[in-house]
């Protein structure tokens, strides 16, 4: 139960065998490499394939950016998380990388994204001009008037404001007379803005620029090379437009091929670069001398055994050096729990794992959690329809990684208590064994069972919630207490932890005492006396009267957040009626459905199975984030901080393949 | 004169089941902006994103609860409503503000907190169920709304 042991291991090596004994450590899983003190560089070697892991990893990612959308993945992203991934052996990985040139393909790739690349900017700057050339689509001659102009003859193609066009044709006629013909390219009357071409005599250039410039028109610059009339100019840009999208379509098909084709090997040399990157980290953490390499790491005691066995197989030039963490140390925290509370390590580790050496709250949080999510999402139903679906998953998926599989087996665990406060409160997908016909046969089984009615009388099962809730905290400071006493604070343990559990349940007592009045004296007694030992226990720390008088007041006002915690729990009264009445809400939907003319039944059908599914869902989300807010807020704070950093040990750590190699001695 | 009361409930009703949904939209609404923006840099985040963006979504579902729930007391879902003196009705309506009102104000509360914290997760994808209690603790007020309207509604005789 709780922490693992761990120790610290010194491996001294000869660098003959630096591969050997880094690839052991790596295939061991167990043993997470401290960082050196950093003063030694490390060695040549071990940094040059670094460096080449460090670049066949940049090709990869660039080939996976560049190729990767044209490819779909025959595995998706949920298969694979839950295990369903290509078994293969180190041997064969280093084959494919033999036989894989990244930087060759990396490079054909990188061509083929420019030729892409350079193919849409001339499209697109064509289309550009297709758009200034369809302003003046009705201009009867060709363009080559408006760049170099004829002998005698020259035109200019500006936007002028609507409003001054007027002002400029007057002009124009009383200054330039006939000489100057003015082409109106067509819009909308609305438009501010009119385009129009002035064709006019070279000798009278200076005058059209002038009135121009006077009207606020400004110029526009023609696409280069366009000398042709404006049809044939513009059937000459689609012309050229379509070729350049069909040599673009060529590009993305031959990408999509590229992709295709390697992809899945890519995804292999991904996993095979990674792991060598990986083993060689580990070495360029170690100190190294010329010849020898020294290695440190944390490593699990049961592991301990089985890994110098192998380490010493490697050669008599390995030497292990085994000893407990020391007061300066910091090892890692590796959760170890029954397999009952294993499922609830991923909460701990959530929140925050607990510095080694120190209480593993998983235990104490897993029954707690799994009758608070029962109690929330509290419909036997819904648990059912979770509990097989978490079956199908098990039964399709035979490599669940652990930590998926653990969190599968935490909502497992949730679903069977759901079933059990389902039943017991009467909720099958809401009220649908009482409204359904059909269900008619199940509901004196139902009737049996049902034994507590939150709908009917919700005090009592408020009055349940919140003494679960005493009991969560009480539980809480006993945790703190024993902790505290464990560790020889026999003052704390008392005066800071198990007098508040006095007190706190002492005050309840009175306060139930209404109706049971014989807990009343017993109650008095014990808060009276955890009140006192909280006041003496606050102010021991000064000599000043009134300061000792006020800090233990101020102590003892801190109950009221006892009372807020306490109330807190109501939400489970609360969130579980909620799964019940939508459930009722959605059947009662659809019984009104059933009498629709014809497809009455279908769509009743239809509500009552997405509108469960809906409630599925929102209540399972509901369910986890509020019985884990229960854990986090009320109880650890009682007695826990974590503050300890996972335990991560050197592994072949893989995204798209899963790593077997029965040479190296250990079970994978 | 005699429907007075039937109204005042089912106006109680209304007020509860609308403003809390009123709120449940606008919260959604706020963490869904934020999500989209995170998603827009790293679309892989969609379901830790969706997930926090339904968080201010119950308050509306404790809205149409409380409907339910008066809908069911005063007789309607039997189809034949009981006849309500305007005291009663007015009982009623008083049991539905703490969910019309707290339900309002908390969804989008809460839909500030679950923007904050789809942020935080765009920064720190680890923290992702520490940044799922920030918005529960407001969701804490919505709950209590909820219990309170629910016990005053049990409490009141028909």
Not at chain 1, 563 to 586: C, E, H, M, T, W
Not at chain 1, 587 to 608: Q, S
Request: aromatic letters at 10%; proline letters at 5%; hydrophobic letters at 50%.
């Amino acid at each position: 139960m709780g922490v693992a042991e761990l120790k610290k291991a010194e491996l001294y090596y000869h660098r003959s065998v630096q591969e050997d004994v880094a690839k052991t450590l790596q295939h061991s899983g167990s043993c997470q490499i401290i960082e050196t003190s950093g003063t030694t560089e490390p060695a040549a070697d071990v940094a040059e394939r670094l460096t080449l892991c460090e670049e066949q990893h940049t090709h990869l990612r660039y080939l996976f950016r560049s190729i990767g959308g044209h490819y779909t993945d025959p595995v998706s992203s949920i298969d694979r998380m839950l295990g369903e991934k290509p078994v293969l052996s180190m041997t064969e990985l280093a084959q494919a990388a033999d036989k894989t040139d990244l930087k060759t393909l990396a490079a054909s790739v990188r061509k083929m994204e420019t030729q892409l690349n350079a193919l849409r900017l001339e499209a697109s700057q064509l289309k550009t001009n297709a758009s200034i050339l369809s302003l003046l689509r009705d201009f009867p001659y060709p363009l080559s008037v408006l760049g170099d102009g004829t002998k005698t003859l020259k035109g200019l193609f500006a936007v002028f404001p609507a409003d001054a066009l007027e002002a400029f044709r007057a002009s124009v006629a009383a200054q330039l007379s006939a000489e100057t013909e003015l082409f109106i390219s067509p819009g909308a009357s609305g438009d501010r803005e009119v385009r129009v071409v002035v064709l006019y005599l070279r000798t009278h250039e200076p005058q059209v620029l002038d009135l121009c410039a006077q009207s606020g028109a400004s110029p526009v610059e023609l696409p280069s090379g366009v000398r042709d009339v404006v049809s044939a100019e513009l059937s000459a840009i689609a012309g050229r437009v379509a070729e350049l999208e069909r040599r673009e379509a060529d590009l993305q098909e031959d990408l999509k091929r590229t992709a295709n084709e390697w992809m899945p090997t890519l995804q292999r040399l991904f996993d095979y670069w990674n792991i060598l990157s990986g083993r060689y980290g580990a070495l360029a953490s170690s100190d190294a001398t010329d010849r020898t390499f020294r290695t440190s790491f944390w490593v699990p005691t049961t592991a301990l055994p089985h890994l110098q066995k192998r380490l010493e197989a490697i050669s008599p030039n390995v030497a292990l050096v085994v000893s407990d963490p020391g007061p300066e140390d910091e090892p890692p925290t590796l959760l170890k729990n029954h397999p009952l509370a294993r499922p609830a390590e991923v909460l701990t580790n959530l929140y925050s794992p607990p510095p080694y050496g120190e209480v593993d709250p998983t235990p104490f949080v897993a029954p707690f959690f799994f009758i608070f999510f029962g109690m929330c999402l509290g419909d036997a139903g819904y648990a059912l329809v979770m509990g097989a679906g978490i079956w199908m998953l098990f039964r399709k998926y035979r490599r669940i990684p652990f930590s998926v599989g653990n969190f599968l087996n935490l909502f497992a665990m949730g679903a069977v208590m759901t079933f059990i406060y389902g039943a017991i409160t009467g909720s099958f997908f809401g009220d649908f064994i009482d409204v359904v016909f059909f269900m008619a046969p199940l509901r004196p089984l139902k009737n049996a069972l049902f034994i507590l009615d939150p709908m009917g009388k919700p005090m009592v099962v408020l009055g349940i919630s919140l003494l679960l809730g005493v009991i969560h905290l009480m539980f809480g400071l006993a945790v703190a207490a024993w902790d505290a006493y464990r560790k020889g604070n026999i003052v704390d343990a008392v005066g800071d932890k198990a007098c508040w559990i006095l007190f706190v349940t002492g005050l309840i007592l009175v306060g139930t005492s209404s109706a049971l009045p014989f807990v009343f004296l017993p109650g008095l007694c014990m808060a009276l006396v955890g009140g006192c030992i909280i006041f003496w226990y606050a102010g021991r720390g000064t000599k000043n009267i009134f300061l000792k008088i006020g800090s233990g007041l101020y102590a003892l006002y801190g109950s009221t957040s006892y009372l807020g915690d306490i109330l807190s729990y109501s939400r489970l009264l609360a969130l579980g009626l909620g799964s019940a009445v939508i459930g009722s809400i959605i059947n009662l939907l659809g019984t009104m459905a059933v009498g629709v003319p014809y497809i009455g039944w279908v769509l009743a059908g239809a509500i009552v199975i997405g509108g469960h599914v809906f409630g599925i869902a929102v209540n399972l989300l509901g369910a986890f984030v509020h019985s884990m807010r229960l854990q986090y807020v009320e109880f650890f704070s009682k007695f826990y901080s974590g503050g300890g950093s996972i335990f991560r040990p050197l592994t072949l750590s893989t995204q798209y393949v899963d790593v077997i190699d029965p040479e190296s001695g250990f079970s994978s | 004169m005699e429907l007075l009361g039937l109204f005042l409930a089912l106006f109680g009703a209304a007020i509860a089941g609308g403003m809390s949904g009123i709120g449940s939209a606008i919260g959604i609404g706020i963490a869904g902006n934020s999500a989209a923006g995170v998603m827009t840099e790293d679309p892989n985040k969609f379901v830790q994103c969706l997930a926090l963006q339904a968080l201010p979504g119950t308050q509306g579902i404790y809205g149409l609860l409380i409907v339910f729930v008066v809908l069911n007391k005063v007789g309607l879902l039997a189809g034949t409503p009981a006849p309500l003196t305007w005291v009663q009705g007015l009982l009623i309506f008083a049991a539905c503000t703490p969910v019309a009102l707290v339900c309002w104000i908390s969804a989008i509360a809460q839909g500030k907190t679950s923007a904050a914290s789809i942020q935080m997760i765009s920064k720190k994808p680890e923290a992702f169920a520490t940044s799922m209690v920030l918005p529960a603790m407001v969701e804490t007020y919505a709950v209590l709304s909820l219990l309170m309207s629910i016990i005053m509604l049990n409490y009141i005789a028909l």
